[in-house]
């Protein structure tokens, strides 16, 4: 009946129905007239049956897959229009609906389900038919409402209740986001689709693994890529079809009760993205996978850029193109955007209301007079505080482009950093393979038994490496492809816009929210590590300029005051840190403008108190990593590099030495230049020192303690590792005071300097204090470090040492006579110093005065700098000709030694005769203490009153 009609009638307009003044009233009716009441009374009939979701899936879903063309789905299907209106016009209202939702519901389990063939066939028939229902106009406003993008806890409830039979595990996560998912194929259609594998063997540092390559080899390697493309194609194929999908539902010319179909789709997406936020959840799996958000995050991308930039042939004045989106600022501070529970830079929405709302009206150009919105006009000097706002509010685009920021924030980021994984697995497993290979190469024949295991075990990493590399090119297809890496350096360049152009409202800026600093930092370590070196980061447009710009928003806003979530904060710095580890990030960072390198330093230098100065001090020590006394190495050089190893800030860490000479001439500067905060900063440095050593030791003690024991030694794996943080805090510190030292040694040892005694005193009592409980042969540290305690592989002796022979070398051997005498004589005048300490380093043995009989594994072990290839015969020859130094000195040296009554006696330190007096209060002290309490704070030991003036007590 419908091709009868097809033929006597044009086609009719979708959601339209026909327009036609109705036929006169005659005798003979038309033949159109005819057929629509056959139509009415076959309806009468069907349209109960079609409140089955039985009756729709076996019947009704099939007469629609056979009237549907999958060969042009961008045109509309005539006979799937017609159907629709028919559906619209002769069913009521309580059977339509039922039967459309079954419909979608079984149009989504057969897509779901549905077997992955090496055509793609399933999902391109289910999708094309979804396309062309969504061309009519009332279906798919109705699906939009009711169906598509509700949370699928709704449906699967409504489902129970009305079938019984179904259970809510089947209708698990049914959401309209999972028509844009592929479904990856199973192993046996990989198989199919990648007959021939190949994966990258690893490589070694001066090994040309190109040239070694066989021709079997690359042959299976041009097999294998040209299986990738063409797997590639297939997929994009299918991806154009839900591009489409998109494009439909983000109409926005068909206005029915002032609401566009674009109006609907934004609503529901923001309770889509409310839902999956993982703060407003209410039922777990009623959360979208994470597979399923990274498909929908790249397919939005995909069509808010063509939106965009269709917009902007429209309003080219006000609009930007796709390439230079951000979000204004006005944005941020609307009432009408909810953020969920997402803080902003600045805190809470009210609490920044409460203190800049007058600020956003005076940056807007208004003023609330009697309750009434008046707008003025700026002055020259606001318009300088303030710059006009830029492209228009409240446009659906700018709602578009939010919702995909936060999606990429709550799922896409997670899921590509899980398919990292992948390709991490099928790397150690070629390892373990080319291992195995190397033992069969170097098994003997005697030794069948050992062959015969070594090959079995061949057999079976071949066997996972094979599931792998096929696995990993489907990953390469779909997830690492390069369209998909632009997408998110597209969303790169529109998060660090987005924080460049808030930047310039000056306090306002706190109205963004924090997810927009995470973004710029999650998607550029995306590029860099998920994606890279699948897909080469260097293949990015214009990558020189987006790395330029990512330095610059690294050190513009890792001391930005204006952000106040701690962490945002530490999120930013540590970014930074991960940045200086690279040679090429931190030749960027020294390409940037002179004025900002050196703010960065000042910011480095200045925060000790007030910031997280363990990832500070971290950059510090880079910037420095490759100058100090044998820190020459990428890991320590008793461990190889593994995963055991790695600490927060990943493989970064584990980078080859990159030191800058820019940012240890700019720190040079401002140490010379700045005496005040060069002060602070070495006072602050010291006293971090003292107090990570002080609980290393602390911990160490305990340590100790535990293994005296008889009964079974148990250790908590909590306690060794925050032991083994402490020391690695420690050697961190005093890398930064060797740089200090090398750099600006003057500030410890020119009597003109202010605090230079003080500050010279600390140091060397801080490496006598280190150098006492680190040599000592059978003593605490050498007892623990011996038993190779798992978790403690970072604690023994190279780091620690040889960052205090760098700093005595350079305090005594690398400046002129009257400073080396002035270290010299510090050194020498400390009751703590012993030249055995220093001739440890070379092999000499420092035994303890009360060795330790209850611990069964010490070992009779030498420490000598000379077995380490990590430090050179200059640095050997350097380290001699000090120990030949301080041992000359200390021949001729006499020990200046001064009784002093009780009454006298310093009261804090119980070291030195009370020298000076404090004003007002007129209480008294040593000279070098009230020094030390003045760095700080300014007020009395003893009463806390306010310090005036410091008077000699001599005078």
């Known amino acids: 009946m419908v091709e009868e009609e097809m033929k006597d009638e044009r086609p009719l307009v979708a959601g339209k129905g026909d327009n036609s003044p109705p036929p006169p009233l005659m005798d003979h009716r038309s033949k159109k007239c005819s057929l629509l009441l056959v139509a009415a009374h076959i309806f009468d009939k069907l349209a109960p049956l079609l409140k089955s979701a039985y009756v729709v899936e076996a019947c009704l879903l099939k007469f629609l897959l056979q009237h549907n063309d999958t060969s042009n789905f961008l045109q509309p299907v005539p006979k799937i229009l017609k159907v629709l209106d028919l559906m619209w016009s002769l069913m009521q209202d309580f059977e339509l ?126 097999k294998y890529e040209a299986a990738c493309r063409t797997l590639q194609e297939k997929i994009e194929d299918i991806e154009a079809i839900q591009i489409e999908i998109l494009k439909i539902l983000l109409y926005h010319k068909d206005i029915v009760d002032g609401l566009t179909t674009r109006v609907v789709f934004i609503e529901k997406f923001r309770q889509f993205l409310k839902e999956n936020t993982g703060m407003a959840r209410i039922h777990e799996f009623n959360t979208c996978p994470l597979p399923v958000g990274l498909c929908f995050f790249h397919r939005m991308v995909k069509v808010l850029r063509y939106f965009w930039d269709d917009f902007r042939k429209e309003d080219p004045v006000r609009f930007v193109n796709s390439s230079e989106a951000f979000m204004p600022i006005q944005e941020f501070w609307s009432d009408t955007r909810d953020y969920f529970e997402f803080q902003r830079c600045g805190g809470s929405l009210s609490h920044l209301n409460k203190m800049l709302g007058a600020e956003v ?44 920021a936060v999606l990429y924030h709550i799922a896409s980021h997670k899921q590509l950093g899980k398919m990292s994984t992948l390709r991490d697995n099928l790397t150690e497993y070629v390892l373990s393979l080319e291992d195995t290979e190397k033992k069969l190469k170097l098994c003997p024949n005697e030794l ?66 924090e997810f927009y600093i995470e973004i710029v930092i999650n998607t550029y370590n995306a590029l860099k590590n998920y994606f890279h070196p699948t897909s080469s980061m260097e293949q990015i447009p214009r990558i020189d300029e987006l790395n330029e710009k990512y330095a610059m928003f690294l050190i513009t806003n890792f001391a930005n005051n204006r952000i106040v979530i701690s962490d945002a904060r530490d999120n930013i710095i540590q970014a930074l840190a991960c940045f200086t580890c690279y040679e090429k990030s931190l030749k960027v960072l020294e390409t940037l403008p002179v004025e900002n390198q050196r703010a960065m330093m000042l910011s480095l230098i200045a925060p000790y108190e007030n910031r997280s100065w363990a990832q500070t001090n971290w950059i510090l020590v880079r910037i420095w990593k490759g100058c100090g006394f044998g820190f020459r190495y990428s890991h320590l050089p008793h461990l190889v590099p593994s995963k055991v190893q790695l600490t ?83 050697v961190c510190l005093f890398r930064v005071l060797e740089m200090a030292v090398n750099i600006a040694s003057d500030l410890f040892l020119d009597p003109a ?75 020498l005048s400390d009751h703590s110093f012993h030249l055995k300490t220093l001739e440890f380093m070379l092999g ?106 410091v008077l000699n007590l001599q005078e």
Not at 214 to 219: I, K, V
Not at 873 to 893: K, M, N, R, V, W
Request: hydrophobic share 40%; net charge neutral; proline share 4%.
């Open 97 to 222: 609906k039922p039967c459309l939702e079954h419909l979608m519901v079984s149009m989504l389990s057969s897509y779901r389900f549905s077997p992955v063939t090496p055509d793609f066939r399933n999902p391109r028939i289910y999708l094309t038919l979804l396309v062309a229902i969504l061309r009519h106009h009332q279906t798919r406003r109705f699906l939009l409402k009711s169906v598509l993008l509700i949370g699928g806890h709704n449906l699967e409830v409504w489902l129970y209740h009305k079938f019984k039979t179904l259970t809510l595990r089947i209708f698990d996560k049914i959401k309209f986001p999972i028509f844009l998912h592929i479904k990856p194929p199973d192993d046996a259609g990989l198989a199919d689709m990648v007959p021939t594998v190949w994966w990258e063997r690893n490589r070694k540092e001066g090994d040309d693994s190109i040239a070694n390559e066989s021709t079997e080899e690359r042959e299976r390697k041009t």
């Open 361 to 404: 009206n005076k940056a807007q150009g208004i003023e609330i007079k009697d309750g009434q919105v008046i707008r003025v006009h700026k002055t020259e000097e606001e318009s300088l505080e303030y710059p006009d706002t830029e492209m228009p509010s409240g446009n659906s685009l700018m709602e578009l482009l939010d919702g995909v």
């Open 448 to 513: 069948s038994e050992v062959k015969m295991e070594l090959e079995r075990a061949r057999v079976v990493f071949l066997e996972k490496i094979t599931e792998q590399a096929r696995q990993m090119a489907w990953v390469i297809a779909v997830i690492y492809s390069e369209s998909k890496q632009e997408d998110v350096a597209w969303l790169l360049g529109v998060a660090m816009k987005t924080v460049e152009k808030a930047s310039m409202y000056k306090q306002l800026f706190q109205y963004m929210p």
């Open 648 to 730: 927060e800030f990943g493989t970064a860490s584990l980078q080859p030495p990159c030191p800058s000479k820019v940012f240890q001439n700019f720190m040079k500067e401002i140490l010379h230049t700045e005496s005040e905060v060069a002060t602070r900063f070495l006072d602050t440095l010291l006293s971090q020192l003292n107090w990570s050593f002080s609980e290393f030791i602390g911990m160490m003690q305990e340590i100790q303690q535990v293994l005296s024991r008889t009964e079974p030694r148990l250790l908590e794996t909590r306690q060794l590792k925050i032991c083994s943080t402490c020391f690695e805090i420690s």
């Open 753 to 827: 300097k202010p605090s230079s005694d003080l500050l010279l005193s600390r140091l060397i009592q801080l490496v006598c204090q280190v150098l006492n409980r680190i040599t000592m042969k059978g003593g605490m540290f050498d007892s623990v470090v011996s038993l190779y305690i798992t978790g403690m592989e970072s604690v023994t002796y190279y780091p620690i040492l040889s960052v205090i022979a760098g700093i005595l070398i350079y305090l005594i051997l690398k400046t002129d006579h009257a400073s080396q005498t002035e270290a010299t004589v510090a050194l």
């Open 844 to 949: 000499a043995k420092v035994q303890s005065e009360k060795p330790i009989d209850n611990i069964d594994s010490l070992k009779d072990r030498v420490f000598d700098f000379r077995h380490y290839k990590e430090v050179n015969e200059e640095e050997i020859s350097a380290l001699q000709q000090l120990i030949s130094h301080i041992g000359q000195q200390q021949q001729t040296f006499v020990r200046k030694e001064q009784v002093v009554k009780d009454e006298d006696i310093c009261t804090i330190c119980y070291a030195n005769p009370k020298s000076a007096m404090f004003q007002p209060c007129g209480h008294q002290s040593c000279r070098t203490c009230i020094s030390q309490q003045m760095m700080s704070k300014k007020e009395c030991f003893f009463c806390k009153a306010g310090i005036v003036a």
